[in-house]
Each structure stands twice: as structure tokens, then as C-alpha cells.
């Protein structure tokens, strides 16, 4: 399972950085993306980073938000930077198992997600 951390309240225009921490597993196997789901709609993707280290993301982030891991720590980091009242989500990570890199539906190994919350 991947365990997402590090959300709170924040407010507009100010960074955050999650984490996503495994147990078990071999962590440096996998690509681990981001979804997030906003209050009373569904999830959506946020981003994507590979296991060479490349990295894809929704355009809704693009230029505010990275990615990053540490294989070493199993741990991937999702720094957010600009935030906006429309980033307040709850925000998961999991592992990609292939398929269209936007689609949740090729995630698997989900944990509790952590609650950002951007108030303007």
C-alpha cells in the first residue's frame, strides 16, 4: 500500500509538499502518480513520476506542481507550489501498472489520501 501525507491548510499562493510513502513491496519498481478528489467529485488524475524519473502531469498543475522520489526512502514527493482554493482535494497516490497515464483506473495500491485544503 502507498500512504499519502504532509496535507493541512494552507492559503492561496502558498506551497505545500506531500508524501508518499510504500510498505512492502519493491518501491523502485514502480511509477507512482497522484490523484486527488475534490469535495463532492470524483477523482482525477494530478501527475505521474516514472522509475527513471520522468514525470507527466494534468495541465491543471503544469508549472505549479513536481514531482519527485527518493528510492532510498520509498518515499515520492509531491511539492505544490501557487496553490489555489481549486486545489483544495483530498490527495492520493498509488502505483501505475500501465495503460494511459492519465486514467485512475490503472492505479492500484491505494492508501488513505491526505486533505489539502487552499483557502482564499
Known amino acids: 500500500q502507498l500512504q499519502a501525507s504532509g496535507g493541512g491548510l494552507v492559503q492561496a499562493g502558498d506551497s505545500l509538499r506531500l508524501s508518499c510513502t510504500a510498505s512492502?513491496?519493491?518501491?523502485?519498481?514502480?511509477?507512482v502518480g497522484w490523484i486527488r478528489q475534490a469535495p463532492g467529485k470524483e477523482r482525477v488524475f494530478v501527475g505521474t513520476?516514472?522509475?527513471?524519473?520522468?514525470?507527466y502531469f494534468a495541465d491543471s498543475v503544469k508549472g505549479r506542481f513536481t514531482i519527485s522520489r527518493d528510492n532510498a526512502r520509498n518515499t515520492v514527493y509531491l511539492q505544490m507550489n501557487s496553490l489555489k482554493p481549486e486545489d483544495t482535494a483530498v490527495y492520493f497516490c498509488?502505483?501505475?501498472?500501465?495503460?494511459?497515464?492519465?486514467?485512475?483506473?490503472?492505479?492500484?495500491?491505494w492508501g488513505q489520501g491526505t486533505l489539502v485544503t487552499v483557502s482564499s
Open positions: 498509488a502505483a501505475w501498472l500501465g495503460g494511459p497515464l492519465s486514467d485512475i483506473r490503472f492505479y492500484n495500491y
Open positions: 512492502g513491496g519493491t518501491f523502485r519498481s514502480y511509477s
Open positions: 513520476i516514472g522509475r527513471s524519473g520522468g514525470i
